[in-house]
């Protein structure tokens, strides 16, 4: 007498509390950066490289959108309304609940070899043909990957690394450049960044690649499946099909 087989869903671990709470912890201060840096942005949209700029001063570039200021030349005869007060108020304090946020990760990361055992590439895969592999695999559309349900494919292993090694020590060093408290007690590293201005630029542009990060994040994450990997970064846990006679 033959038995048939059927998929049986088996939850299997997939993220710690450590990786759980960090997380949602730096998606909520990071989308409310974004908000509020946008009405920074807004009060005024020009953007200069070196120590100072003013209204009375040529851009670098401007972000062709009204001012939420009538002193800012924006090409435009009307002003958005303004909400530079509080946007700058809760834009520093959830960059400290991110700074704080990433600390605790960074540090406990490095205790428990969470970086060395899931996100650093291991050796073999230091290659362009596993970089290569990957992206021949999406564009073919392929079925995921079973072991992608337990750890992180070299692409994404780089781009967190990426991420949080460079990319968020970037954007904290350029937004501390621009307070005049910290020009005052570390002047050398805001010089390093070519000046004041020069800092809110770069500021702005690592922020684009941080968001461009998010998107292609997320477009994987419903690629994936999005229910699916929402829940296990919430539960912990991620299901998959296994046979059972």
Do not use: C
């Not at 851009?59 to 800012?72: E, Q, Y």
């Not at 337990?150 to 937004?175: C, E, K, S």
């Amino acid at each position: 007498m033959s038995v048939t087989s059927s998929p049986q869903m088996q939850a299997t671990r997939r993220h710690s509390a450590l990786v759980r709470v960090t997380h949602w912890l730096t998606v909520i201060s990071f989308l409310a950066l974004l908000v509020t840096g946008g009405e920074i942005v807004i009060s005024h949209p020009r953007f200069y490289w070196g120590e100072t700029g003013n209204s009375g001063t040529t851009p670098l570039f401007k972000i062709p959108i009204p001012a939420s200021r009538d002193t800012v030349p924006s090409g435009y005869n009307y002003v958005m309304p303004d909400q530079n007060g509080w946007s700058r108020y809760l834009h520093f304090e959830a960059a400290w609940v991110l700074v704080l946020t990433g600390l605790v990760y960074v540090i406990a990361s490095l205790l428990n070899r969470h970086f060395s055992r899931n996100l650093l590439p291991s050796p073999a895969d230091r290659n362009w043909r596993a970089f290569r592999n990957v992206f021949a695999k999406s564009l073919r559309r392929a079925p995921p990957d079973p072991a992608s349900n337990d750890a992180y494919n070299v692409v994404q292993r780089t781009a967190y690394v990426l991420v949080i090694f460079v990319l968020f020590p970037l954007v904290i060093w350029t937004g501390l450049a621009l307070s005049p408290a910290f020009d005052s007690v570390l002047p050398a590293t805001v010089n390093l960044l070519g000046g004041r201005q020069s800092a809110r630029t770069l500021h702005f542009f690592v922020t684009d690649l941080l968001v461009l990060f998010l998107i292609v994040h997320v477009a994987m994450i419903v690629l994936a499946g999005f229910w699916s990997r929402t829940r296990a970064m919430i539960t912990g846990r991620i299901n998959s099909s296994s046979e059972r006679p």
